[in-house]
Protein backbone atom coordinates (compact mmCIF):
# COMPACT_ATOMS: atom_id res chain seq x y z
CA UNK A 1 0.00 0.00 0.00
CA UNK A 2 1.33 3.67 -0.33
CA UNK A 3 -0.23 7.16 0.21
CA UNK A 4 0.38 10.14 -2.40
CA UNK A 5 1.36 12.98 0.54
CA UNK A 6 1.50 16.01 -1.79
CA UNK A 7 -1.39 17.48 0.30
CA UNK A 8 -0.15 17.11 3.82
CA UNK A 9 2.01 20.37 3.89
CA UNK A 10 -1.21 21.93 2.54
CA UNK A 11 -3.49 20.35 4.65
CA UNK A 12 -1.49 20.05 7.99
CA UNK A 13 -0.90 17.43 10.34
CA UNK A 14 -4.89 16.26 10.86
CA UNK A 15 -6.10 16.19 6.97
CA UNK A 16 -2.47 14.62 5.47
CA UNK A 17 -2.44 12.32 8.38
CA UNK A 18 -6.46 11.36 8.06
CA UNK A 19 -5.86 10.49 4.03
CA UNK A 20 -2.93 8.96 5.02
CA UNK A 21 -4.79 6.27 6.99
CA UNK A 22 -7.38 5.71 4.77
CA UNK A 23 -5.28 4.44 2.05
CA UNK A 24 -3.33 2.62 4.66
CA UNK A 25 -0.45 3.52 5.35
CA UNK A 26 0.98 2.95 8.73
CA UNK A 27 0.48 6.48 10.98
CA UNK A 28 4.04 6.35 11.86
CA UNK A 29 5.49 6.97 8.29
CA UNK A 30 2.78 9.31 7.44
CA UNK A 31 4.00 11.35 10.25
CA UNK A 32 7.76 11.83 8.69
CA UNK A 33 6.62 13.91 6.22
CA UNK A 34 3.50 15.21 7.54
CA UNK A 35 5.20 16.57 11.04
CA UNK A 36 7.23 20.05 10.36
CA UNK A 37 9.69 21.16 11.66
CA UNK A 38 9.79 22.80 15.37
CA UNK A 39 11.47 26.19 14.08
CA UNK A 40 13.95 28.40 16.89
CA UNK A 41 16.68 29.68 15.97
CA UNK A 42 16.48 28.58 11.75
CA UNK A 43 19.60 26.98 12.37
CA UNK A 44 21.62 23.52 13.43
CA UNK A 45 20.31 24.17 16.83
CA UNK A 46 17.06 23.44 16.34
CA UNK A 47 18.28 19.67 16.40
CA UNK A 48 17.93 18.09 19.60
CA UNK A 49 18.01 14.61 18.78
CA UNK A 50 20.29 12.49 16.13
CA UNK A 51 19.55 9.31 15.46
CA UNK A 52 22.11 6.97 13.74
CA UNK A 53 21.47 3.40 11.97
CA UNK A 54 24.01 1.83 10.09
CA UNK A 55 23.26 -0.93 7.72
CA UNK A 56 25.39 -3.66 6.07
CA UNK A 57 26.87 -3.94 2.60
CA UNK A 58 25.16 -2.23 -0.34
CA UNK A 59 27.03 -0.17 -2.60
CA UNK A 60 24.88 2.96 -4.29
CA UNK A 61 24.64 1.87 -8.03
CA UNK A 62 23.73 -1.57 -6.23
CA UNK A 63 20.73 0.25 -4.90
CA UNK A 64 20.25 3.63 -6.65
CA UNK A 65 22.23 3.34 -9.96
CA UNK A 66 18.83 3.40 -12.08
CA UNK A 67 17.27 6.18 -9.88
CA UNK A 68 16.37 9.51 -11.83
CA UNK A 69 18.98 13.01 -11.15
CA UNK A 70 21.63 11.12 -9.03
CA UNK A 71 25.23 10.48 -10.18
CA UNK A 72 24.46 6.73 -11.74
CA UNK A 73 24.34 5.07 -14.56
CA UNK A 74 23.63 8.05 -16.60
CA UNK A 75 27.15 9.41 -15.64
CA UNK A 76 28.25 11.15 -18.39
CA UNK A 77 32.01 10.79 -17.61
CA UNK A 78 32.82 7.29 -16.62
CA UNK A 79 36.04 6.41 -15.73
CA UNK A 80 38.06 4.78 -19.07
CA UNK A 81 39.92 1.88 -18.09
CA UNK A 82 42.24 -0.77 -20.07
CA UNK A 83 41.27 -2.28 -23.34
CA UNK A 84 39.32 -5.57 -22.80
CA UNK A 85 40.32 -8.63 -24.50
CA UNK A 86 38.98 -7.75 -27.67
CA UNK A 87 41.24 -4.57 -27.73
CA UNK A 88 38.56 -2.20 -28.04
CA UNK A 89 38.63 0.75 -25.70
CA UNK A 90 36.05 0.85 -22.73
CA UNK A 91 35.11 2.27 -19.92
CA UNK A 92 34.25 1.28 -16.12
CA UNK A 93 30.76 -0.13 -16.84
CA UNK A 94 32.30 -2.72 -18.63
CA UNK A 95 34.19 -4.98 -16.98
CA UNK A 96 37.08 -7.95 -17.55
CA UNK A 97 36.52 -11.35 -15.42
CA UNK A 98 40.09 -13.21 -16.44
CA UNK A 99 39.48 -16.01 -13.99
CA UNK A 100 36.90 -17.58 -16.75
CA UNK A 101 38.02 -18.94 -20.15
CA UNK A 102 38.18 -17.41 -22.65
CA UNK A 103 38.01 -14.29 -20.40
CA UNK A 104 34.51 -12.67 -20.03
CA UNK A 105 33.44 -8.98 -20.36
CA UNK A 106 30.90 -8.23 -17.59
CA UNK A 107 28.48 -4.99 -16.74
CA UNK A 108 25.82 -4.44 -14.33
CA UNK A 109 23.13 -6.41 -14.73
CA UNK A 110 19.22 -6.23 -13.47
CA UNK A 111 18.19 -8.24 -10.55
CA UNK A 112 14.52 -8.41 -11.57
CA UNK A 113 12.63 -9.79 -8.50
CA UNK A 114 9.18 -9.36 -10.07
CA UNK A 115 10.43 -12.33 -12.32
CA UNK A 116 12.64 -14.12 -9.36
CA UNK A 117 12.01 -12.85 -6.01
CA UNK A 118 14.60 -14.97 -4.50
CA UNK A 119 16.87 -12.57 -5.86
CA UNK A 120 15.82 -10.13 -3.67
CA UNK A 121 18.46 -12.54 -0.75
CA UNK A 122 20.92 -13.02 -3.20
CA UNK A 123 24.23 -14.47 -1.98
CA UNK A 124 26.64 -11.80 -0.75
CA UNK A 125 30.14 -11.01 -2.49
CA UNK A 126 33.82 -10.83 -0.96
CA UNK A 127 34.16 -8.14 1.38
CA UNK A 128 37.73 -7.90 3.14
CA UNK A 129 41.03 -5.68 2.79
CA UNK A 130 42.63 -7.65 -0.13
CA UNK A 131 39.80 -8.26 -2.17
CA UNK A 132 38.73 -4.53 -2.18
CA UNK A 133 42.21 -3.44 -2.78
CA UNK A 134 41.94 -5.62 -5.49
CA UNK A 135 38.90 -4.28 -6.88
CA UNK A 136 39.77 -0.69 -6.58
CA UNK A 137 43.31 -1.10 -7.75
CA UNK A 138 44.60 2.14 -6.84
CA UNK A 139 41.82 3.91 -8.85
CA UNK A 140 41.77 1.50 -12.11
CA UNK A 141 38.74 -0.33 -11.63
CA UNK A 142 39.53 -2.27 -14.61
CA UNK A 143 38.82 -6.06 -13.47
CA UNK A 144 36.12 -5.67 -10.76
CA UNK A 145 34.49 -9.40 -11.00
CA UNK A 146 38.02 -10.87 -10.65
CA UNK A 147 37.99 -9.68 -6.68
CA UNK A 148 34.75 -9.48 -6.47
CA UNK A 149 32.66 -12.32 -8.69
CA UNK A 150 30.32 -11.63 -11.17
CA UNK A 151 27.41 -11.47 -9.22
CA UNK A 152 28.56 -8.13 -7.51
CA UNK A 153 27.79 -6.29 -10.68
CA UNK A 154 23.91 -7.07 -10.08
CA UNK A 155 21.73 -3.90 -9.03
CA UNK A 156 18.04 -3.48 -8.64
CA UNK A 157 15.37 -1.14 -9.43
CA UNK A 158 13.03 0.89 -8.00
CA UNK A 159 10.56 -1.88 -8.71
CA UNK A 160 12.48 -3.93 -6.58
CA UNK A 161 13.52 -2.17 -3.20
CA UNK A 162 10.03 0.20 -3.66
CA UNK A 163 11.05 1.40 0.18
CA UNK A 164 14.45 2.50 -0.42
CA UNK A 165 13.23 4.77 -3.16
CA UNK A 166 10.74 6.11 -1.68
CA UNK A 167 12.92 7.54 1.58
CA UNK A 168 15.18 8.72 -0.84
CA UNK A 169 11.87 10.34 -2.75
CA UNK A 170 10.94 11.57 0.23
CA UNK A 171 13.76 13.20 2.19
CA UNK A 172 17.67 13.43 0.91
CA UNK A 173 19.64 10.80 -0.72
CA UNK A 174 23.81 11.10 -0.81
CA UNK A 175 25.48 10.46 -3.83
CA UNK A 176 28.82 11.05 -2.70
CA UNK A 177 29.06 9.06 0.49
CA UNK A 178 31.89 6.42 0.63
CA UNK A 179 32.82 3.90 3.36
CA UNK A 180 36.01 5.26 5.25
CA UNK A 181 38.21 2.16 4.23
CA UNK A 182 38.73 -0.26 1.47
CA UNK A 183 37.64 -3.34 3.49
CA UNK A 184 34.63 -4.61 5.61
CA UNK A 185 32.25 -4.18 8.42
CA UNK A 186 34.21 -3.70 11.89
CA UNK A 187 37.04 -1.28 10.38
CA UNK A 188 34.35 0.95 8.98
CA UNK A 189 32.42 1.01 11.82
CA UNK A 190 35.02 2.66 13.91
CA UNK A 191 35.56 5.45 11.64
CA UNK A 192 31.60 5.97 13.12
CA UNK A 193 31.98 5.42 16.21
CA UNK A 194 35.63 6.75 16.96
CA UNK A 195 36.79 8.39 13.49
CA UNK A 196 39.89 6.20 13.16
CA UNK A 197 41.35 2.66 12.64
CA UNK A 198 44.45 3.68 14.70
CA UNK A 199 46.80 3.81 12.08
CA UNK A 200 50.09 4.60 13.91
CA UNK A 201 49.30 1.55 15.95
CA UNK A 202 49.06 3.18 19.65
CA UNK A 203 46.65 1.67 20.75
CA UNK A 204 45.37 -1.60 19.40
CA UNK A 205 45.81 -1.01 15.33
CA UNK A 206 45.89 -0.66 12.35
CA UNK A 207 42.68 -2.43 11.98
CA UNK A 208 42.07 -3.42 8.31
CA UNK A 209 39.58 -6.77 9.20
CA UNK A 210 37.02 -7.98 11.96
CA UNK A 211 37.77 -9.52 14.74
CA UNK A 212 35.91 -11.58 17.56
CA UNK A 213 33.53 -8.90 19.68
CA UNK A 214 32.68 -11.87 21.92
CA UNK A 215 32.26 -10.02 25.46
CA UNK A 216 32.65 -12.93 27.65
CA UNK A 217 35.81 -13.98 25.74
CA UNK A 218 39.09 -13.43 27.28
CA UNK A 219 40.63 -10.34 25.96
CA UNK A 220 44.04 -11.84 24.68
CA UNK A 221 42.14 -13.80 22.06
CA UNK A 222 42.02 -11.33 19.61
CA UNK A 223 43.22 -7.62 19.10
CA UNK A 224 41.96 -4.78 21.48
CA UNK A 225 41.27 -1.38 21.49
CA UNK A 226 42.08 1.53 23.76
CA UNK A 227 41.79 4.70 21.84
CA UNK A 228 38.63 6.75 23.00
CA UNK A 229 35.23 5.97 21.35
CA UNK A 230 33.37 9.70 20.74
CA UNK A 231 30.56 8.23 22.46
CA UNK A 232 33.06 8.56 25.46
CA UNK A 233 33.66 12.44 24.68
CA UNK A 234 30.13 13.19 24.68
CA UNK A 235 29.72 11.65 28.02
CA UNK A 236 32.39 14.07 29.49
CA UNK A 237 31.13 16.79 27.86
CA UNK A 238 27.60 15.72 29.43
CA UNK A 239 25.62 15.00 26.18
CA UNK A 240 23.12 12.15 26.45
CA UNK A 241 23.63 9.03 24.38
CA UNK A 242 22.76 5.72 24.36
CA UNK A 243 23.06 2.24 21.98
CA UNK A 244 19.89 0.66 21.19
CA UNK A 245 20.20 -3.05 20.07
CA UNK A 246 19.49 -6.60 21.16
CA UNK A 247 22.72 -7.31 22.30
CA UNK A 248 22.04 -11.00 22.16
CA UNK A 249 21.04 -10.64 17.89
CA UNK A 250 23.50 -7.29 17.17
CA UNK A 251 25.40 -9.20 14.33
CA UNK A 252 28.82 -8.42 15.69
CA UNK A 253 28.04 -4.53 14.40
CA UNK A 254 28.31 -2.82 17.95
CA UNK A 255 32.40 -1.93 17.11
CA UNK A 256 32.71 -1.10 21.09
CA UNK A 257 32.37 -4.83 21.99
CA UNK A 258 36.41 -4.87 20.99
CA UNK A 259 37.47 -1.34 23.48
CA UNK A 260 39.10 -2.24 26.64
CA UNK A 261 37.30 0.46 28.63
CA UNK A 262 33.96 -0.78 27.61
CA UNK A 263 35.24 -4.10 28.34
CA UNK A 264 36.50 -4.05 31.36
CA UNK A 265 33.15 -1.95 32.22
CA UNK A 266 31.09 -5.22 31.08
CA UNK A 267 32.74 -7.36 33.97
CA UNK A 268 32.43 -4.46 36.41
CA UNK A 269 35.76 -4.40 37.15
CA UNK A 270 37.29 -1.39 39.52
CA UNK A 271 38.42 1.75 38.16
CA UNK A 272 35.82 0.93 34.88
CA UNK A 273 32.72 3.08 34.09
CA UNK A 274 29.54 1.25 34.55
CA UNK A 275 28.09 4.10 32.70
CA UNK A 276 29.29 2.32 28.72
CA UNK A 277 28.18 -1.26 30.40
CA UNK A 278 24.55 0.48 30.63
CA UNK A 279 24.14 2.95 27.53
CA UNK A 280 26.48 0.62 24.86
CA UNK A 281 26.43 -2.78 26.02
CA UNK A 282 23.02 -3.61 27.62
CA UNK A 283 19.68 -4.33 25.37
CA UNK A 284 17.42 -1.92 24.42
CA UNK A 285 15.57 -2.55 21.68
CA UNK A 286 13.17 -0.64 19.13
CA UNK A 287 10.42 -1.27 21.50
CA UNK A 288 12.31 0.26 24.16
CA UNK A 289 13.01 3.32 21.41
CA UNK A 290 9.67 4.07 21.03
CA UNK A 291 8.85 4.15 24.54
CA UNK A 292 11.42 6.49 24.98
CA UNK A 293 10.42 8.87 22.41
CA UNK A 294 7.17 8.94 24.18
CA UNK A 295 8.52 9.53 27.59
CA UNK A 296 10.46 12.28 26.49
CA UNK A 297 13.84 10.10 27.15
CA UNK A 298 15.38 10.06 23.86
CA UNK A 299 18.96 11.02 23.91
CA UNK A 300 20.80 13.86 22.27
CA UNK A 301 22.60 10.78 20.30
CA UNK A 302 21.62 7.47 19.83
CA UNK A 303 22.96 4.78 17.60
CA UNK A 304 20.93 2.21 16.45
CA UNK A 305 22.44 -1.35 16.12
CA UNK A 306 20.22 -3.51 14.10
CA UNK A 307 19.29 -7.32 14.13
CA UNK A 308 20.98 -9.68 11.38
CA UNK A 309 17.72 -10.15 10.00
CA UNK A 310 17.21 -6.31 9.55
CA UNK A 311 20.88 -5.41 8.31
CA UNK A 312 20.27 -5.95 5.31
CA UNK A 313 23.23 -7.91 4.71
CA UNK A 314 23.46 -10.37 2.14
CA UNK A 315 22.46 -13.73 3.25
CA UNK A 316 20.78 -13.58 6.50
CA UNK A 317 19.08 -9.72 5.39
CA UNK A 318 18.05 -8.17 2.02
CA UNK A 319 16.88 -5.38 0.93
CA UNK A 320 13.25 -5.99 1.87
CA UNK A 321 13.84 -6.99 5.67
CA UNK A 322 16.04 -4.27 5.91
CA UNK A 323 12.90 -2.18 4.64
CA UNK A 324 10.72 -3.14 7.38
CA UNK A 325 13.33 -2.59 10.09
CA UNK A 326 13.63 1.13 8.73
CA UNK A 327 10.50 1.38 9.06
CA UNK A 328 9.92 0.24 12.34
CA UNK A 329 12.60 3.14 13.07
CA UNK A 330 10.93 5.87 11.84
CA UNK A 331 7.97 4.28 13.66
CA UNK A 332 9.20 4.47 17.00
CA UNK A 333 11.29 8.01 16.54
CA UNK A 334 8.10 9.68 14.82
CA UNK A 335 5.52 7.79 17.85
CA UNK A 336 5.58 12.08 19.38
CA UNK A 337 5.56 14.27 16.80
CA UNK A 338 7.28 17.06 19.43
CA UNK A 339 9.92 14.33 19.36
CA UNK A 340 10.28 14.27 15.68
CA UNK A 341 10.05 17.52 14.99
CA UNK A 342 13.58 18.20 16.42
CA UNK A 343 15.16 15.04 15.30
CA UNK A 344 17.77 14.20 12.65
CA UNK A 345 18.00 10.36 11.94
CA UNK A 346 21.00 9.60 9.38
CA UNK A 347 20.75 5.79 7.43
CA UNK A 348 24.02 5.29 6.33
CA UNK A 349 26.12 1.70 4.96
CA UNK A 350 29.23 0.61 6.80
CA UNK A 351 30.22 -0.94 3.57
CA UNK A 352 29.72 -1.60 0.04
CA UNK A 353 30.06 -5.53 0.49
CA UNK A 354 31.72 -6.28 -2.72
CA UNK A 355 29.00 -4.69 -4.88
CA UNK A 356 30.18 -2.61 -7.44
CA UNK A 357 30.34 1.43 -7.76
CA UNK A 358 31.59 3.33 -10.58
CA UNK A 359 32.85 6.33 -9.12
CA UNK A 360 36.58 6.17 -8.30
CA UNK A 361 36.80 6.92 -4.41
CA UNK A 362 38.53 10.16 -3.85
CA UNK A 363 41.46 9.19 -1.86
CA UNK A 364 45.52 10.60 -1.23
CA UNK A 365 47.71 9.71 -3.83
CA UNK A 366 49.10 6.10 -4.33
CA UNK A 367 52.83 5.07 -3.71
CA UNK A 368 54.26 5.06 -6.93
CA UNK A 369 58.18 3.91 -7.46
CA UNK A 370 58.59 5.87 -10.26
CA UNK A 371 56.98 8.82 -10.18
CA UNK A 372 58.47 12.34 -8.61
CA UNK A 373 58.20 12.36 -5.28
CA UNK A 374 56.94 8.93 -4.85
CA UNK A 375 53.36 9.09 -5.42
CA UNK A 376 51.31 9.25 -8.40
CA UNK A 377 49.66 13.00 -7.45
CA UNK A 378 50.15 15.30 -4.78
CA UNK A 379 48.32 17.02 -1.64
CA UNK A 380 48.09 20.68 -0.06
CA UNK A 381 46.67 19.04 2.82
CA UNK A 382 49.05 16.56 5.21
CA UNK A 383 47.34 12.79 4.34
CA UNK A 384 49.45 11.62 7.61
CA UNK A 385 47.79 8.57 8.97
CA UNK A 386 46.02 7.92 5.55
CA UNK A 387 48.33 5.12 4.93
CA UNK A 388 48.46 1.57 5.69
CA UNK A 389 52.02 1.35 6.73
CA UNK A 390 52.07 -0.72 10.04
CA UNK A 391 51.17 -4.67 10.70
CA UNK A 392 47.57 -4.97 11.30
CA UNK A 393 47.56 -7.15 14.39
CA UNK A 394 45.24 -10.44 14.08
CA UNK A 395 44.71 -9.83 10.02
CA UNK A 396 44.68 -12.56 7.86
CA UNK A 397 44.82 -9.88 4.78
CA UNK A 398 47.05 -8.00 5.67
CA UNK A 399 49.41 -8.64 2.34
CA UNK A 400 53.13 -7.31 1.79
CA UNK A 401 51.46 -6.22 -1.74
CA UNK A 402 48.96 -3.78 -0.08
CA UNK A 403 51.22 -2.13 2.39
CA UNK A 404 51.56 1.19 1.88
CA UNK A 405 47.72 2.22 -0.12
CA UNK A 406 45.52 4.60 1.48
CA UNK A 407 43.11 3.17 3.40
CA UNK A 408 40.45 5.08 1.72
CA UNK A 409 38.06 6.11 0.81
CA UNK A 410 36.13 3.34 -0.37
CA UNK A 411 33.42 2.87 -2.67
CA UNK A 412 29.81 4.78 -1.73
CA UNK A 413 27.19 3.34 -0.21
CA UNK A 414 23.36 4.83 0.15
CA UNK A 415 22.84 7.41 3.01
CA UNK A 416 19.20 8.88 3.80
CA UNK A 417 19.16 11.94 5.63
CA UNK A 418 15.61 11.79 7.33
CA UNK A 419 13.98 14.90 9.25
CA UNK A 420 12.22 17.36 8.99
CA UNK A 421 14.78 19.75 7.48
CA UNK A 422 15.33 17.45 5.04
CA UNK A 423 12.28 16.61 3.60
CA UNK A 424 11.58 16.97 -0.70
CA UNK A 425 13.61 14.61 -2.31
CA UNK A 426 16.62 16.50 -2.73
CA UNK A 427 20.17 15.18 -3.58
CA UNK A 428 23.11 16.32 -1.39
CA UNK A 429 26.52 15.77 -3.24
CA UNK A 430 29.38 16.95 -1.35
CA UNK A 431 31.96 14.05 -0.76
CA UNK A 432 31.55 12.35 2.62
CA UNK A 433 32.30 9.67 4.86
CA UNK A 434 32.08 7.64 8.21
CA UNK A 435 33.89 10.93 10.11
CA UNK A 436 31.00 13.14 8.18
CA UNK A 437 28.42 12.24 11.08
CA UNK A 438 30.93 12.72 13.96
CA UNK A 439 31.68 16.44 12.28
CA UNK A 440 27.91 17.00 12.13
CA UNK A 441 27.57 16.06 15.83
CA UNK A 442 30.63 18.12 16.30
CA UNK A 443 28.89 21.04 14.82
CA UNK A 444 25.87 20.59 16.67
CA UNK A 445 27.10 19.54 20.20
CA UNK A 446 30.66 21.37 19.47
CA UNK A 447 32.26 18.21 21.17
CA UNK A 448 35.53 17.41 18.99
CA UNK A 449 36.86 14.51 17.60
CA UNK A 450 41.00 14.60 17.51
CA UNK A 451 40.87 11.65 15.85
CA UNK A 452 39.64 12.55 12.78
CA UNK A 453 42.37 12.92 10.47
CA UNK A 454 43.01 16.18 8.61
CA UNK A 455 42.77 15.25 5.27
CA UNK A 456 39.40 13.73 5.60
CA UNK A 457 38.93 16.83 7.67
CA UNK A 458 39.59 18.64 4.74
CA UNK A 459 37.89 16.51 2.04
CA UNK A 460 34.71 14.99 3.77
CA UNK A 461 31.27 17.16 4.00
CA UNK A 462 30.18 17.73 7.78
CA UNK A 463 26.64 17.18 6.18
CA UNK A 464 25.09 20.32 7.17
CA UNK A 465 24.30 21.18 4.05
CA UNK A 466 21.80 18.47 3.47
CA UNK A 467 19.32 20.38 5.58
CA UNK A 468 17.77 23.58 4.88
CA UNK A 469 17.21 24.78 8.75
CA UNK A 470 16.21 28.05 7.94
CA UNK A 471 12.49 27.36 6.06
CA UNK A 472 12.58 23.97 5.98
CA UNK A 473 8.42 23.97 6.31
CA UNK A 474 8.14 25.59 2.72
CA UNK A 475 9.88 22.67 0.97
CA UNK A 476 6.99 20.64 -1.18
CA UNK A 477 7.76 16.84 -1.33
CA UNK A 478 5.86 14.06 -2.89
CA UNK A 479 6.49 10.44 -1.79
CA UNK A 480 4.92 7.13 -1.78
CA UNK A 481 6.07 5.22 1.57
CA UNK A 482 4.98 1.44 1.14
CA UNK A 483 3.85 -1.30 3.79
CA UNK A 484 7.19 -3.39 4.10
CA UNK A 485 5.62 -6.38 6.75
CA UNK A 486 4.50 -9.19 3.97
CA UNK A 487 7.13 -8.56 1.29
CA UNK A 488 9.81 -8.71 4.65
CA UNK A 489 7.78 -12.19 5.25
CA UNK A 490 8.29 -13.72 1.58
CA UNK A 491 12.05 -12.56 1.68
CA UNK A 492 12.67 -14.62 5.07
CA UNK A 493 11.11 -17.84 3.73
CA UNK A 494 13.21 -17.65 0.86
CA UNK A 495 14.99 -20.91 1.83
CA UNK A 496 18.57 -20.69 0.01
CA UNK A 497 20.23 -17.71 -1.58
CA UNK A 498 20.47 -17.55 -4.77
CA UNK A 499 24.15 -16.70 -6.94
CA UNK A 500 22.91 -14.92 -10.06
CA UNK A 501 25.09 -15.02 -13.07
CA UNK A 502 25.84 -11.84 -15.26
CA UNK A 503 24.63 -11.85 -18.88
CA UNK A 504 26.89 -13.23 -21.69
CA UNK A 505 26.64 -10.28 -23.38
CA UNK A 506 25.98 -7.34 -20.98
CA UNK A 507 23.96 -3.91 -21.70
CA UNK A 508 25.05 -0.44 -20.81
CA UNK A 509 22.42 0.24 -17.27
CA UNK A 510 19.83 2.63 -18.05
CA UNK A 511 18.77 5.43 -15.41
CA UNK A 512 15.14 7.02 -15.02
CA UNK A 513 14.90 10.12 -17.14
CA UNK A 514 14.35 13.79 -15.10
CA UNK A 515 15.86 15.30 -12.39
CA UNK A 516 16.31 15.90 -9.39
CA UNK A 517 17.09 18.84 -6.29
CA UNK A 518 20.15 19.59 -5.52
CA UNK A 519 20.93 20.73 -2.30
CA UNK A 520 24.05 23.51 -2.30
CA UNK A 521 27.61 22.19 -2.49
CA UNK A 522 30.46 24.38 -1.25
CA UNK A 523 33.03 23.61 -4.75
CA UNK A 524 33.90 25.93 -6.59
CA UNK A 525 37.09 24.15 -8.77
CA UNK A 526 38.78 24.87 -11.67
CA UNK A 527 41.32 22.97 -13.98
CA UNK A 528 43.68 24.28 -16.81
CA UNK A 529 46.21 22.76 -18.82
CA UNK A 530 49.32 24.65 -20.13
CA UNK A 531 51.49 22.73 -23.19
CA UNK A 532 54.99 23.56 -24.02
CA UNK A 533 55.34 22.06 -27.24
CA UNK A 534 58.92 22.60 -27.30
CA UNK A 535 59.66 21.05 -24.23
CA UNK A 536 57.50 18.26 -24.78
CA UNK A 537 55.65 19.05 -21.34
CA UNK A 538 52.03 19.36 -19.88
CA UNK A 539 51.22 20.88 -16.76
CA UNK A 540 47.53 21.13 -15.06
CA UNK A 541 46.93 23.19 -12.65
CA UNK A 542 43.72 22.48 -10.29
CA UNK A 543 42.01 25.36 -8.27
CA UNK A 544 39.40 24.72 -5.37
CA UNK A 545 38.51 28.31 -4.28
CA UNK A 546 35.37 26.73 -2.26
CA UNK A 547 34.86 26.04 1.45
CA UNK A 548 36.06 21.88 1.01
CA UNK A 549 38.99 20.63 -0.33
CA UNK A 550 38.63 18.36 -3.60
CA UNK A 551 40.31 15.03 -5.01
CA UNK A 552 40.77 15.58 -8.80
CA UNK A 553 41.22 12.19 -10.09
CA UNK A 554 43.73 12.41 -13.28
CA UNK A 555 43.49 9.44 -16.10
CA UNK A 556 45.88 9.24 -19.02
CA UNK A 557 44.08 7.84 -21.85
CA UNK A 558 47.26 7.12 -23.55
CA UNK A 559 48.40 4.91 -20.28
CA UNK A 560 45.62 3.42 -18.67
CA UNK A 561 47.98 0.51 -17.07
CA UNK A 562 49.37 3.60 -15.17
CA UNK A 563 48.26 4.38 -12.12
CA UNK A 564 45.84 7.33 -11.87
CA UNK A 565 47.00 10.56 -10.18
CA UNK A 566 45.39 11.73 -7.36
CA UNK A 567 45.47 15.73 -6.38
CA UNK A 568 43.72 16.74 -3.17
CA UNK A 569 43.40 20.96 -3.20
CA UNK A 570 42.63 22.67 0.08
CA UNK A 571 40.00 24.98 0.54
CA UNK A 572 41.00 28.07 -1.23
CA UNK A 573 44.00 26.19 -2.55
CA UNK A 574 46.17 25.73 -6.30
CA UNK A 575 48.44 22.54 -7.32
CA UNK A 576 50.09 21.89 -10.30
CA UNK A 577 51.34 18.30 -12.24
CA UNK A 578 53.41 18.07 -14.94
CA UNK A 579 53.23 15.07 -17.63
CA UNK A 580 56.52 14.45 -19.48
CA UNK A 581 54.80 13.69 -23.22
CA UNK A 582 58.28 12.84 -25.11
CA UNK A 583 57.49 9.36 -25.09
CA UNK A 584 54.15 9.97 -27.08
CA UNK A 585 55.31 12.32 -29.51
CA UNK A 586 54.08 14.96 -27.87
CA UNK A 587 50.25 13.84 -27.72
CA UNK A 588 48.62 14.15 -24.29
CA UNK A 589 44.91 12.86 -23.46
CA UNK A 590 44.38 13.84 -19.40
CA UNK A 591 40.57 12.84 -18.39
CA UNK A 592 39.65 14.61 -15.36
CA UNK A 593 36.97 13.67 -12.87
CA UNK A 594 36.43 15.87 -9.09
CA UNK A 595 33.74 16.56 -7.05
CA UNK A 596 29.90 17.11 -7.93
CA UNK A 597 30.31 15.89 -11.38
CA UNK A 598 33.87 17.86 -12.01
CA UNK A 599 35.31 16.85 -15.22
CA UNK A 600 37.34 18.52 -17.80
CA UNK A 601 39.55 16.82 -20.86
CA UNK A 602 42.57 17.89 -22.13
CA UNK A 603 43.42 16.22 -25.21
CA UNK A 604 46.00 17.45 -27.91
Same mark, same amino acid.
Given at each position: ?????????????????????????????????????????????????????????????????????????????????????????????????????????????????????????????????????????? %??????????????? %????????????????????????????????????????????????????????????????????????????????????????? +????????????????????????????????????????????????????????????????????????????????????????????????????????????????????????????????????????????????????????????????????????????????????????????????????????????????????????????????????????????????????????????????????????????????????????????? +?????????????????????????????????????????????????????????????????????????????
Amino acid at each position: MSVDRRSLLAGGLAGGLGAALAAGLPASLARALSIPADVRKGTIEDVAHVVILMQENRSFDHYFGALAGVRGFGDPHPIPVASGPDGAPRDVWTQVDRTVQPAAEVGPFHLATTADFDLMRMEGTPHHWPDAQAAWDQ %GRMAHWPEAKTQRAL %GYYRREDIPFQYAMAEAFTLCDAYHCSVQTGTNTNRLFLFSGTNDPHGRAGGPVIDNVDDDLNKPDADQPRYDWTTYAERLQAAGIDWR +HYQNLADNFGDNPVQNFMAYRRAWRGEPGSDPALKERALSTRDLDQLKADVLAGRLPQVSWIIGTAEGSEHPGPSSPAQGADYMSRVIDALTADPAVWARTVLFINFDENDGFFDHVPPPAPPSPDADAPGGFAGASTVSTEGEYHRLPAPGADGDEAQFRGRPYGLGPRGPVYVLSPWSRGGFVHSEVADHTSVIRFLERRFGVMEPNISPWRRAVCSDLTTAFDFATPNQTPFVDHLPETAEVRARAAAIPEQPSPTAPVRPARPVQEPGQRPMRPHRYRLQA +HCDVDAAAARAELTFVSQGDLAAVFHVYDRLHLDRLPRRYTVGAGGRLTGAWDLSADGGRYDLWVLGPAGFHAHFVG
